[in-house]
């Protein structure tokens, strides 16, 4: 409480009655009913980041710099990766312990900084862990010259099938 809110509370004999660190905003009604137009004016869009997935071998790469370029020219900070690179928006390489598309991506849709993501797939890695997001904004199929793992018999078909699940 202070009795002048002109000057700092430890200048004017106020007393601090309660912190809240952790508002519980949505828990009351009328903040239940303001939520959405709270969250509409505080992001952009529905609060995805545009992923493109893109498939093939080097030439899969090459578009995906291309890409990452042009987003970035349009102030978007994107982020490649494929199963054993991954390039950060200031297009250098960010290291990774791990040789995992699946797991890159994960890492990445957890970092505040991604604002848009390419996936270069390169492999037949998704068969086997399944995707690791549930939409695609864009895929683009550049050539079908990725390598199986040891012992898939699957084919580059069941890999297109599941990419396009999430379109």
């Not at 905003?25 to 009913?33: C, F, H, P, T, V």
């Not at 250098?92 to 849709?109: C, E, G, Q, V, W």
């Not at 690791?132 to 580059?156: A, C, G, H, R, T």
């Given at each position: ?14 007393i ?11 828990d009351?009604?009328i ?7 709270f969250l509409t ?5 529905d609060?995805?980041?545009p ?13 995906a ?9 349009n ?15 200031n ?5 990774m ?19 848009g ?10 068969l086997e862990t ?16 990725i390598p199986?793992l040891?012992?898939?018999d699957k084919?580059f078909?069941?890999l ?8």
């Amino acid at each position: 409480m202070s009795s002048d809110i002109t000057k700092p509370w430890y200048e004017n004999g106020a007393i601090i009655i309660e912190i809240n660190y952790s508002p519980a905003y949505g828990d009351e009604y009328i903040s239940k009913e303001t939520i959405k137009t709270f969250l509409t004016d505080l992001m952009d869009g529905d609060g995805r980041i545009p992923i493109t997935v893109i498939v093939g071998n080097e030439d899969a790469m090459d578009r995906a710099r291309t890409l990452q370029e042009q987003a970035l020219q349009n102030n978007i900070k994107t982020f490649i990766t494929t199963h054993n690179q991954t390039i950060a928006d200031n297009q250098k390489n960010r290291i990774m312990t791990f040789d995992s598309l699946y797991k890159r991506t994960k890492a990445l849709l957890m970092d505040k900084d991604v604002e848009g993501l390419i996936l270069v797939v390169q492999n037949y890695e998704l068969l086997e862990t399944g995707l690791p997001i549930d939409n695609i904004d864009k895929l683009i199929i550049v050539n079908e010259n990725i390598p199986k793992l040891s012992n898939n018999d699957k084919d580059f078909t069941t890999l297109i099938s599941l990419l396009e699940s999430v379109i």
